[in-house]
T-cell receptor
Framework: NAGVTQTPKFQVLKTGQSMTLQCAQDMNHNSMYWYRQDPGMGLRLIYY???????DKGEVPNGYNVSRLNKREFSLRLESAAPSQTSVYFC???????????FGDGTRLSIL | QQQVKQSPQSLIVQKGGIPIINCAYE??????FPWYQQFPGKGPALLIAIRPDVSEKKEGRFTISFNKSAKQFSLHIMDSQPGDSATYFC?????????????FGKGTHLIIQP
């Protein structure tokens, strides 16, 4: 039972490049989330999906897009990466609409 | 306006001591109050959570105390151990909170000295 799986674990991009961060959960959870974590800022919500087919903006959605591909998968896309998007990105999931129950181990993204 | 205020930012405690971490919130509609524990290089893990119908909950050495009127809840770690050294986050909210209910505190970096 893998829980929440994020790929890749590390990535270095150049400014202006695009990429998609992948997330999958195997717990049949309804809700999925994307957070970013920066030193001294805690975890900030980017987007969340309360159910398959729905997505909503969080605190810091600018520069990102998401896709809830199916119940298992929730991807995060950076269309034109900027240095300010250098961060650790966490995907999470939960049974209902409450706070996350399980987190992945993160994607460490550096944008030069 | 800061919806969630967590304190202290950092804390150093001797082994066996009782670190206390506090979390204050604004939204009176919140009905679920969790704490998360995060080790370096890992994602946060749900540690313990409380509902507003009780004022205290214990799970092993971890205790949450909840003060509804003050809109605060706290994490206490009994008989603390060096392995408890981690960053702790509160995240008050609930199913009806929307994005506001998915906000995390800025974290408390806890060090337990041997």
């Amino acid at each position: 039972n893998a829980g929440v799986t994020q790929t890749p674990k590390f990535q270095v991009l150049k400014t202006g490049q695009s990429m998609t961060l992948q997330c999958a959960q195997d717990m049949n959870h309804n809700s999925m989330y994307w957070y970013r974590q920066d030193p001294g800022m805690g975890l900030r919500l980017i987007y969340y999906s309360a159910s398959e087919g729905t997505t909503d903006k969080g605190e810091v959605p600018n520069g990102y897009n998401v896709s809830r591909l199916n119940k298992r998968e929730f991807s995060l896309r950076l269309e034109s990466a900027a240095p300010s998007q250098t961060s650790v990105y966490f995907c999470a999931s939960s049974t209902g609409k409450e706070q996350p129950q399980h987190f992945g181990d993160g994607t460490r993204l550096s944008i030069l | 306006q800061q919806q969630v205020k967590q304190s202290p930012q950092s804390l150093i405690v001797q082994k066996g001591g009782i670190p206390i971490i506090n979390c204050a919130y604004e939204n009176t509609a919140f009905d679920y109050f969790p704490w998360y524990q995060q080790f370096p290089g890992k994602g946060p893990a749900l540690l313990i959570a409380i509902r507003p119908d009780v004022s205290e909950k214990k799970e092993g050495r971890f205790t949450i105390s909840f003060n509804k009127s003050a809109k605060q809840f706290s994490l206490h770690i009994m008989d603390s151990q060096p392995g408890d050294s981690a960053t702790y986050f509160c995240a008050p909210g609930g199913s009806g909170g929307g994005a506001d209910g998915l906000t995390f505190g800025k974290g408390t970096h806890l060090i337990i000295q041997p």
